[in-house]
């Protein structure tokens, strides 16, 4: 969920007491035993399946499966059923399920704010009193002050399954336009609340999706990004975002079309305003691409719009403007970023002046104030903090601690200071005040978790993978443990679109290292640590670079004594599901249990699917080119399932209102799966009402961890020590 930050566009619009140390069995006879009682629940159901055969680039490929994309199909949802009944059964009776789940409620169990962002004299926030299962809107007068709850999620549905996204407050704070989605899906609808009554104004805007706003001056009207509805043309590109003119009152019908593209591509546009320049900013990408568009135009008549930069040239971030100066983060001329000043009535690339050069450290983002910049450069995973002046000049360095990541709160030109919202591995979140002139951070706000790993070890090492890059990995473990090969050690890692794994609390890696775990994070090829070049070296026709990276530190792990295979279990999601799979099937004598959630599996037809179109500046396009499909079926999991060969145990999580990744990735994979090895313990889970990430009912996430840890524990053995005990009560 996203409070919005004004002017500024951003970049990237991808669950803690000491451990008793006692000892509870969890070896191979517990997990045999359990397993015995799964084959007690039966075999799992043949699915639905036909003769489909598609043709790409003369190669006939099969597709057995096609029936499980429409999950409307009775014969399809009582496959769906039946798979996850047996999955449940099976999770339920592992009894570290119940203890887990009482250790993330108990450790959740407090509450968390965003940074304050002002507008006018207000501060907004999203905030959480402990377990609700959405975040709710408040507003303060001053950002240390009492809280009054704006939007109360709790009263917007019954269930829990209904989320704030984002919130938009106008400039003097006096109305928030606001973004609700339910069930966990991407779609989304506005409307606007005034802050002094409480109350909606009669505004409801559909066809919303990835949606931002941008305020006008006069506060009566707004610009946003919505797709095409049933009142625009039929001949307009359905999957092609638009920007419209909304004035309070109207109907959505009366709304006028500003801004869109006429090409059939798959556009979606970020906009923002600059009221004391009289702007508004239109930043426009096609798909997941970073290659980005930058447009302005008066606020007072948004006709008149006009380019500052074109779409598909290069990596470009706008991130402020001072009147018609304008500052961006790009990777033009600078595969690892560069900040640059423009002139927005000569804004010829070579016409730029280089703020901040390009630096061995890719520069992530910046905050412009009158006299300095604030500066935010990855170094490995870890992320650096410094202070400019205008001109570039290094002034200082900010010393939040060891390893964490940084977010910037809201700011204006003329602020005194900048809140930092710091996280890193051993404890939640806190915020911390900036003070610009003496460089030096403040505690604004402690994390009031109640656990935390203070006392473990977290060490950055590095792998050699196959072709000799260097990739980082971190560790998190507790300090007594023995490197005699027999560690329950679990490596995630995610390895596309350029996002970057930085240092963040996570209660899941909390239960893990508390039981006596190893956690190791890769941070490989793929992901954005070291610039466009670690991105680009992951992605399209060198996706296997990813796999390669991600075998090379489960290989480093058992070289050095951490683990072994049957000991060692793999997670990731989304895209990061697609690779834990493609490295069961490339190498499955490597691993000892598998848990994939919500992942890609049909790297041909994922187009087809909800978002997935807008994957092909990542992954590439089988369809239109044929390099493309040959590396895309080369490690497609859907199509590299061996027969006879017996995998892993397998456990794939989805949900089903996933409308970013579709859930027949995840239905038709694991019924080849079951069908081709028969001898593989391979299980379905199907979350109901949820979808991919955001937007879920926290219950539900916090499920979703719960399975995922139990069932690794079963499958890979090994002692485990007890979690602690984390009173409910907020002492």
Not at 188 to 213: F, I, N, S, Y
Not at 278 to 284: E, F, G, H, P, R
Not at 480 to 492: P, Y
Request: charged fraction near 25%.
């Amino acid at each position: 969920m996203k409070l919005n930050e004004g002017s500024r566009l951003t970049r990237r619009a991808v669950l803690s007491g000491v451990a008793s140390g006692a000892l509870v069995v969890a070896d191979r006879a517990f997990g045999q035993a359990v397993n015995g009682l799964a084959a007690s629940n039966g075999n799992p159901p043949p699915a639905p399946s036909d003769s489909t055969v598609d043709t790409f680039h003369g190669v006939n490929i099969p597709d057995p499966y096609r029936p499980l994309e429409d999950s409307a199909r009775a014969d399809v949802k009582a496959w769906i059923d039946a798979q996850d009944v047996r999955t449940r059964a099976l999770i339920d009776s592992l009894p570290i399920r119940k203890q887990l789940h009482d250790f993330m409620n108990a450790a959740l169990d407090y509450p968390r704010t965003t940074v304050p962002a002002r507008y006018g004299r207000r501060y907004f926030t999203l905030f959480s009193e402990g377990l609700d299962d959405q975040r709710s809107a408040g507003v303060q007068e001053h950002p240390g002050g009492p809280r009054k709850t704006l939007i109360d999620a709790n009263a917007l549905s019954s269930d829990g399954t209904v989320a704030i996204q984002s919130i938009f407050p106008d400039r003097p704070g006096t109305k928030v336009a606001y973004l609700l989605s339910e069930a966990g899906s991407d779609r989304e609808t506005m409307r606007v609340r005034d802050v002094e009554t409480g109350q909606d104004l009669p505004d409801v805007l559909a066809w919303c999706k990835h949606t931002t706003v941008a305020w006008s001056r006069d506060g009566y009207s707004f610009y946003y990004s919505r797709y095409p509805g049933d009142n625009d043309p039929a001949d307009w590109n359905r999957r092609g975002q638009i920007v419209c003119l909304h004035r309070l009152g109207e109907p959505q019908s009366a709304d006028r079309v500003i801004f869109r593209q006429t090409d059939a591509r798959d556009y979606y546009f970020q906009v923002a305003s600059s009221i004391d320049a009289d702007l508004l900013k239109i930043v426009a990408r096609v798909g997941t691409s970073e290659k980005a568009g930058y447009f302005v135009a008066p606020l007072h008549d948004a006709t008149q719009i006009a380019e500052i930069f074109p779409i598909g040239s290069a990596g470009f971030y706008p991130i402020a403007n001072v009147g018609p100066t304008h500052y961006a983060i790009t990777n033009l001329d600078a595969p690892k970023w560069r900040l640059v000043r423009i002139d927005q009535s000569d804004p010829k690339p070579d016409r730029w002046h280089t703020v901040i050069a390009e630096s061995e450290a890719p520069l992530n983002s910046a905050a412009v104030f009158d006299s300095k910049l604030v500066v935010k450069h990855y170094q490995d995973v870890n992320q650096r903090v410094a202070i400019h002046d205008l001109s570039g000049k290094h002034l200082s360095t900010v010393d939040l601690g060891g390893f964490e990541s940084v977010s910037f709160g809201r700011h204006f030109r003329d602020d005194d200071h900048l809140l930092l919202e710091v996280n890193d591995y051993k404890q939640a979140s806190r915020i911390e005040w900036l003070d610009l002139e003496t460089g030096k951070p403040s505690l604004f706000r402690p994390s009031a978790a109640k656990h935390s790993l203070a006392d473990v070890v977290v060490q950055q090492i590095f792998v050699t993978s196959k072709d000799g890059a260097r990739v980082p990995m971190t560790l998190i473990h507790q300090r007594d443990i023995q490197l005699d090969g027999s560690n329950r050690t679990m490596l995630n890692a995610y390895g596309g679109f350029g996002y970057a794994l930085w240092p963040y609390y996570s209660d899941k890696i909390a239960a893990w290292v508390r039981m006596g775990g190893v956690y190791a994070l890769a941070s490989i090829r793929g992901g954005g640590e070291y610039g466009q070049p670690w991105h680009d070296g992951g992605r399209r026709t060198h996706k296997q670079a990813s796999f390669d990276d991600f075998i090379a530190s489960a290989e480093w792990l058992m070289a050095n004594g951490y683990t072994r295979p049957d000991r060692l279990g793999i997670n990731g999601a989304s895209n990061g599901g697609l690779l834990v799979l493609a490295a069961m099937l490339q190498r499955p004598e490597l691993f000892g249990a598998v848990v994939s959630a919500v992942p890609v599996t049909d790297m041909l037809r994922f187009t087809k699917f909800t978002f997935g179109i807008n994957w092909i500046p990542e992954y590439g396009n089988p369809q239109a080119n044929e390099a493309d499909f040959k590396a895309l079926f080369a490690y497609s999991p859907l199509h590299n399932i061996r027969k006879g060969v017996k995998y892993p145990p397998l456990l794939v999580l989805t949900a089903d209102n996933d409308d970013r990744v579709a859930p027949a990735h995840s239905y038709k994979f694991v019924a080849t799966m079951q069908a081709l090895s028969p001898d593989s313990a391979v299980y379905l889970g199907v979350e109901r009402r949820a979808g991919h990430s955001e937007g879920n009912a926290l219950g539900k996430s916090i499920n979703r961890e719960c399975d995922t840890l139990a069932f690794l524990c079963d499958r890979l053995g090994g002692a485990m020590q007890e979690l602690p005990k984390i009173s409910r009560s907020f002492d």
